[in-house]
């Protein structure tokens, strides 16, 4: 199977409609999207768009003022791939979180997203700023530094 030809266009809409303020961007990103799309994370890993809206609906649930900041936006004769970082406050928390990652796009030959997979690092960006296990984290990451 051919990828269509406008993928860095279909990557960009793409890009746009995650980026949307959620939930009122929830209905454009999930129209640009297979019925069987496979979403993986490093947390997730479900196919379809109810599996899909129902990460997103609990990302709203978790986080207060959620904000997708696209970087960068690229394809190849294969897939998209968007840079990007996201913000939010943890539910009962005051500080904002912050996390870089890259998310690869694979198109449908009807040119909607049939695969989303993102890419970054939990260890250090989430793990490492909680309690206990940030605390170990951190112990480990000094010992093991050049």
């Known amino acids: 199977m051919t ?3 406008n993928l860095l266009a279909i990557t960009q809409r793409w890009a746009d409609a995650f980026s ?3 939930p009122g961007g929830m209905p454009a990103l999930l129209a640009l999207a297979t019925e069987d799309i496979h979403f993986t994370d490093p947390f997730n890993d479900v196919r379809g768009k109810p599996g899909l809206e129902a990460i997103l609906e609990d990302m709203l649930e978790r986080c207060q003022a959620p904000s997708f900041t696209v970087h960068d936006v ?3 004769d294969r897939a998209g791939y968007i840079r990007w970082s996201f913000s ?4 009962g928390q005051k500080e904002t979180w912050n996390f870089e990652g890259m998310s690869e796009i694979l198109i ?3 040119g909607r997203v049939q695969a989303h997979h993102d890419h970054w690092d939990s260890g250090g960006q989430l793990y490492a700023k909680l309690p206990v296990i940030g605390w170990i984290i ?6 093991i530094q050049a």
Do not use: C, G, L
């Open 3 to 5: 990828a269509p030809r």
């Open 20 to 22: 949307a303020p959620m």
């Open 74 to 76: 690229t394809a190849s």
């Open 88 to 91: 939010f406050i943890p539910k």
């Open 108 to 110: 449908a030959q009807d």
């Open 138 to 143: 951190r112990r480990i990451r000094s010992m």
